[in-house]
């Protein structure tokens, strides 16, 4: 049986299934797989958000790249206090480990650090049940030392001494791990269900293996492109070769029907001949949705969203070219008996005869969705925390929240001067600064602060230090074997100092931008001018606002686009008005869900519009062509619209289930961003199919008289 069907393979297709053997082995060994993420991987570098960020790096000595241990336990016994001194001197063994602080590593013992302005605030937590064990990494090596950290912490845990580990490079190793389960999770998954289905759908195991050569030489195609391109495997480029697989099996799945289509009527030509000519006008229209919808992307300053964009801007041209290059090869050498109906057939028209029974409730509930979801859209949560990332008793969600609770997560950095421009280190400068971190310390968003004062305070202590003048001092601290620790708080001027604030995301009620700018209130009150504003929790709430305003400048440009390529299309004004009005209902509907049920929008799933927008239209314009072919027999439109839809119906849903099948593989992921972009463009390609089948053939078949006719109807 395998033999007959071998035989059957014709030279093109074996030069088909030879190039994809070829490609896996050239994809597996010259391109590097492996998620890239590092601290920045909301932003670029070259971003105009990170404009303050580049200033402060330049201002001040500043040390990003370290861990958070926190250390939870009887913090007041010797056998805590040994532990924490055998942890610290463990690690600073380790290669790429610059330094370790903690009770044991800095103050001289905990009776020290509860005393010290400094110690106190930054390895003491409120509770007094866990002290925090700051380890600085060389940039170098940050990502290498993780594991030994890992292993070392694993020893050292106990009941009575439980380590919980944070911060940036952590949680960049983290991301980068579950990556890499996503993908060998969704590559797994997505050949398999879609093999069952493409066999199930079509029942014929050549459609099935030139449908799967198609669909995974076309995502791996598009990797080796993006890689010559320079993108790298990021927290949304991990998803590309899914999609790309789901778009190619779109163009197949219209392909294929067209072809049994183009059976049943014996014409002239082959039927896989026909089936292109009849095809390919349309998906190339719905190749040019998708692509638009990608490049509307690449517009927000966002460094995830743009290599989102540039991948998808890539495979969606992959995808076409494939599906109409390599899998024509196979369909024509499927038996045209296949095309004939069968039990599956025939039970898929009776749910094609129910839906059409019921066509005037669907529209009456997606006109329901549609109102009802309107005043969802002003509750969408756009600045959602960061917690909401991670999945809920993760590691990373579980080391965020419990440091978070204890001092604060997401870093906030304010660059201060006076208002009159004098210098920092005078006596008078340091009472205002005192008043400044009292007054930042009382704010309910606030965790931890640590600044210039605090340092200034620590060092005056000593009693020799208390001698020295305030500009003398600050001098000292500035020199190499202090670890120039002042140069991280204070201007080589002394004009300009540093706040390091660690900001709550639990429970917080407004937006991150609202929260910096009631605390720029509060350094304008204590006499000082907020000159430059950075860290995590600055660049999350610029980028909230991106999104925001990419949700609505973007689907704005996208849906006036999409209008003008629907009137192209269709050469009726009427069709298009009729397109644009039906795929207005997709984002309202969606969004406006996502709204009411407090869903967090974030970079990662706010995307999923412009996709769904995007495929939605996919099936508008099949059958838009198909209305042009049979309005030419001068049928009463409302009379070939009914034919379009029997004809596209079974297209459209399978079309609609590959999509729901692709893309709700994203519920398997780790990360509950990646899981809500997959859920949201399932959602949304449901809403877009009941939409094309019966909205949109509803109001362009209508005029003044069927309007009035339609609407007693609907009563």
């Known amino acids: 049986m395998v033999k007959r069907f071998i035989s059957h393979l014709s030279k093109e297709s074996w030069v088909f299934i030879g190039l994809t053997i070829v490609s896996a082995l050239v994809l597996f060994n010259c391109v590097n797989l492996v998620p890239h993420v590092d601290n920045n991987f909301f932003f670029s570098d070259n971003d105009a958000q990170f404009r303050d960020e580049n200033a402060i790096s330049h201002l001040f000595k500043r040390k990003d790249s370290l861990l958070i241990i926190n250390a939870s336990g009887n913090i007041f016994s010797t056998d805590y206090m040994q532990k ?167 163009h197949i799945i219209f392909l294929t029907y067209n072809w049994k289509y ?94 059409e029974q019921k066509k005037k409730i669907t529209v009456i509930i997606i006109c329901i969705l549609f109102l009802a979801a309107l005043p969802g859209l002003w509750r969408a949560n756009i600045d959602p925390s960061l917690l909401s990332f991670f999945k809920k008793g993760s590691k990373i969600e579980e080391g965020l929240s419990y440091i978070d609770h204890h001092g604060g997560s997401s870093p906030l950095i304010l660059v201060i001067k006076t208002s009159s421009g004098q210098r920092l280190d005078t006596d008078e400068s340091y009472r205002n600064l005192w008043q400044l971190q009292r007054a930042l310390e009382k704010d309910k968003e606030v965790g931890s602060v640590v600044s210039l004062p605090v340092l200034m305070a620590e060092a005056k202590r000593s009693i020799l230090a208390s001698l020295l003048s ?28 540093l706040f390091l604030l660690r900001m709550k995301e639990s429970n917080r009620k407004i937006s991150r931008l609202k929260v910096i700018d ?5 350094v304008h009150e204590k006499g000082f001018v907020p000159d430059l504003v950075g860290g995590t929790y600055n660049l999350q709430g610029h980028l909230a606002k991106l999104v925001a305003s990419s949700i609505i400048f973007g689907l704005g440009q996208l849906i006036i686009i999409f209008a003008f390529i629907a009137w192209i299309a269709s050469r009726s ?36 519009c412009n996709i769904a927008l995007g495929l939605g ?70 809403i877009a199919a009941m939409t094309a089948l019966f909205v949109m053939p509803l109001i362009a078949s209508m005029n003044v008289k069927t309007i009035r006719m339609q609407l007693k109807d609907l009563r």
Not at 313 to 318: E, I, P, Q, S, W
Not at 518 to 522: M, P
């Open 470 to 497: 305030w500009e003398g001092l600050l001098n000292i601290l500035q020199q190499p074997q202090f670890d120039a620790i002042a140069k991280s708080f204070i201007t080589p001027d002394h004009k300009e100092g």
């Open 84 to 250: 924490v001194r055998t942890l610290s001197s463990s690690l600073l063994k380790l290669k790429g480990i610059v330094g370790v602080k903690s009770i044991a590593h800095g103050p001289n013992g905990l009776d020290d650090a509860l005393k010290g302005p400094l110690w106190k605030r930054l390895l003491i937590c409120k509770d007094m049940n866990s002290t925090n064990i700051i380890v600085f990494l060389d940039d170098s090596y940050s990502q290498a030392v993780i594991p030994q950290i890992e292993k070392i912490t694993s020893q050292s845990s106990s009941s009575d001494f439980n380590l919980i580990m944070s911060g940036p490079p952590y949680i960049v190793e983290l991301i980068s791990r579950h990556l890499i389960k996503d993908i060998r999770v969704f590559s797994i998954l997505v050949l398999i269900i879609f093999a069952i289905v493409t066999l199930l759908i079509f029942r014929s195991k050549m459609i099935l293996l030139g449908a799967v050569i198609s669909c995974i030489s076309a995502s791996m195609w598009t990797l080796m492109i993006v890689h010559m391109l320079g993108i790298k495997i990021g927290l949304l480029t991990a998803n590309l070769a899914t999609i790309v697989f789901v778009l190619t099996l779109s």
């Open 573 to 608: 004004w009427r069709i298009a008005v009729a397109i644009t009005l039906s795929i207005c209902v997709i984002p309202v509907i969606v969004l406006g869900t996502i709204g009411w049920l407090r869903i967090p929008l974030d970079i990662i799933s706010a995307p999923a």
């Open 617 to 686: 239209i996919d099936s508008m314009i099949h059958m838009v062509k198909g209305f042009r072919r049979h309005k030419k027999s001068n049928k009463d439109d409302q009379q070939v619209w009914t034919e379009i839809r029997h004809l596209f119906w079974q297209p459209v849903l399978t079309f609609t289930l590959v999509m729901a099948l692709g893309f709700g593989i994203f519920s398997f992921s780790e990360f509950p961003s990646t899981q809500r972009f997959g859920m949201a463009i399932v959602f949304g390609s449901i």
């Open 262 to 355: 183009a059976c049943s009527r014996h014409g002239d030509k082959p039927p896989a001949q026909e089936a292109l000519r009849l095809t390919f006008p349309p998906s190339f229209w719905s190749m040019t949705t998708t692509l638009l919808g990608f490049l509307s992307l690449l517009s927000v300053p966002a460094q995830p969203l743009k290599e989102l964009g540039a991948s998808g801007v890539t495979g969606a041209l992959v995808a076409i070219s494939v599906a109409y290059s390599v899998y024509p090869a196979f369909l024509r050498l499927v038996d045209p008996a296949v095309s004939k109906n069968n039990a599956l057939d025939r039970y898929q028209e009776r749910v094609g005869d129910f839906l």
């Open 518 to 522: 009631n605390i720029r209130e509060i």
